[in-house]
């Protein structure tokens, strides 16, 4: 018997190479009006897994977004009393600081933790996160790190968060002086965009969030980018119903390339969907996050379409094309700091710096994403810095001869 | 031009449903001597990816294991130097208490992250945990959290995490009192098995991971139960031979449940791996962890495979060679922890208490699993507390006769 009972064991150990395979599935809805008492939509999210008790929920709030919608509090406690069969709050909502804030400082995951705690919520409880991207990266970390894993329902309050950051699979905070330093890859349990959200956003939110909506269609979509040329004066005029489909294709596009690459959980080098972004997150630490993120990705834009015009791969027109309709989106494309200790690529001032800390955070060897002409991004790994000083100067001459013109 | 653009983008605001599939692969390896210069393993599972520079590597070390392997720290270093072309310590290596302490407190999650940013890790570089199950579940949440994952390296030291714990996909501290409150379900990036690290175990962790192959031989492999069965007295007087059969076919039903559960994170309610544990979980915390996670895990067998003789599911002569088996073993089959306030199911004291932070922590509806035979598992969602106290006073029994016989 033990002969037989070595052989059924087949011991030899050679390595075992596992492969884990998971599956993570989605909604992102659209809607109006998502705290209205006969809007079921957030109720049938947290009731489509079919479990018959009401399922408690902390929900945290974006304290910015409570100066423009007053009522929000007592709208969410409406409707939580409305649809009390399938959801209770456990606590009293946490209201957290808007913006770069509330990343900086580890305090609010703590107190989300501890709310999860006293709630004795479990995994097939919610956080219901409400506001810009910044509240539902830091929420979603909490969330995401609760019991290994809150479900985690975003209503995304900005054009960003709608059309881009509030419906991918990133959370996190910042730490050590270094944005989303710590964090986690996980995809919500459902998104809720509500397009009434952004009736009410200053100028700069509302703007910021469609150069998000330029990168990606620079790097994956001529026809939605001619879109966005066609309309820019109605975007930049506040037309809603450009914005609202402005944010869907967009939103669309960056979940058609989640799903599509291969490589949701970024563990390579390459990351197309980063256009203009080393820049970007150099500007934003530079200029103190004084800078809006979408305000600092339109410069990087400008930048490294301007890159790629001077190193030939994309036709002058097209150049022209690109600056011309920022512009008229809105967005400077020159300030000062890029020209800041341009010749110490090393220096922490100097705006190359971003190239090593964007490979760093990213890992493996530089990749950023340039074009090749509008619709189509393509990947390089070396960049030629004197090129790039360049194509800062004509920022600097575009920007000086748009401001003369006007 | 503009109704041709509307039809294209053909805007409907109907909810985007979707589906982010993530594939993870990784190589458990068995070997001895994993720090001998000669011995190129470790520097092969980093020079894998293909890349040409040294990644850096922070190294976090079980102390306990100090206590035996005194000159493990050396032997690291001098492993560094022989493999400089491959990685690099970027600082020295962290020392962390052994045990559940490591999970009872954040500060140490906080000096890995002070590491990785000091050393500027990236997702591409390394962090090598050594250690026993709670250094690892420890070093791992803190590794898998770092740029939302940094990739991770496990060397467990011990039998149950060489063949259990170790070569899952679970990341975790401590916190509120609860077990593995904050966590992370992400694989790791390789684990490196070295029998040599049990030859120095004490005789209580030695045999406190082979409950762990127990369990799963139970649920799933009537023929590995078998092999435990015949050479338990072996297992007892401590062969290698017969251990590393069993930790590699234990790890192997291990990873095979994983793979193949179509729910490896953990999202539904159904946890098969977990027999014996909803008992197990609650004893560790009421003996304040004087209890091995095994030794519990053996209590919580013996209690779970009595309970399913007592509801005629498990033959009789079964539920005799399971209980004879964990004794051979040099299992405790009973403490009188079990039996305080048994009769008041809600009191923090009592162990049934435990069937309700299992649901709590697993989410969902309760699921525990019972035995229909040896080597069968079966999902049950309800329990009878009268038939439980039967069990209970019958392991008291089982133990006392036991006792007396020797």
């Keep these: 018997m033990k002969t037989s009972l070595k052989q059924n064991l087949a011991i030899n150990f050679q390595p075992i190479s596992q492969c884990v395979r998971v599956s993570f599935n989605y909604d992102v809805h659209f809607t109006r009006g998502l705290f209205k008492l006969d809007n079921s939509l957030l109720a049938q999210a947290i009731a489509a897994d079919g479990h018959s008790a009401a399922k408690p929920v902390v929900a945290v709030i974006d304290g910015g977004l409570l100066q423009y919608q007053d009522k929000l509090l007592e709208k969410l406690l409406a409707y939580a009393q409305r649809y009390q ?15 770069e804030t509330v990343k900086n400082d580890s305090r609010f995951i703590e107190q989300i933790h501890q709310s999860i705690n006293l709630g004795g919520l ?15 990266d830091m929420a979603g970390y909490a969330a995401t790190t609760a019991h290994r894993g809150i479900r985690l329902l975003r209503v995304p ?27 986690t890859f996980m995809p919500p349990y459902a998104v809720l965009n509500d397009f009434d959200f952004l009736t009410t956003l ?3 939110d509302w703007r910021s969030g469609i150069a998000e909506a330029v990168k990606v269609a620079l790097i994956k979509d001529r026809n939605f980018f001619d879109f966005i040329q066609t309309y820019a004066e109605k975007l930049a005029n506040r037309d809603m119903d450009i914005m609202e489909r402005l944010i869907y294709r967009c939103s669309q596009l960056h979940l058609e ?39 600092a990705v339109a410069i990087g834009i400008a930048l490294d379409s301007t890159y790629s015009y001077l190193t030939g791969q994309l036709l002058r027109s097209h150049w022209q094309q690109i600056l011309t309709t920022l512009k008229i989106l809105g967005f400077a494309l020159y300030l000062p700091t890029l020209t800041e200790q341009l010749d110490r690529p090393d220096h922490p001032h100097c705006l190359f710096r971003g190239l090593t800390e964007f490979r760093e955070h990213l890992g493996g060897e ?41």
């Design 157 to 183: 309050t900005t054009v960003l968060a709608q059309n881009d950051s509030g419906v991918g699979v990133k959370n996190g905070i910042n730490a050590f002086g270094k944005k989303n330093f710590l964090g």
């Design 85 to 99: 069969d399938v959801f209770t709050l456990s606590s009293e909502p946490i209201i957290v600081p808007g913006g």
């Design 366 to 406: 530089l990749t950023i994403t340039l074009l090749q002409g509008i619709g189509q991004g393509i990947e390089v790994h070396k960049v030629d810095l004197s090129l790039y000083r360049q194509a800062i100067l004509m920022l600097q001459d575009w920007e000086l001869s748009s401001v003369l013109s006007n």
């Design 122 to 136: 479990c995994r097939h409880s919610y956080v219901l996160a409400i506001g810009g991207g910044a509240v539902l």
């Design 257 to 295: 390339h989640i799903a599509g690459s291969g490589d949701p959980f970024e563990m390579g080098s390459s990351r197309p969907l980063d256009f203009g972004h080393w820049a970007a997150h150099k500007l934003e630490h530079l200029t103190n996050y004084s800078l809006r993120h979408g305000e």
């Design 202 to 204: 200053d100028d700069r």
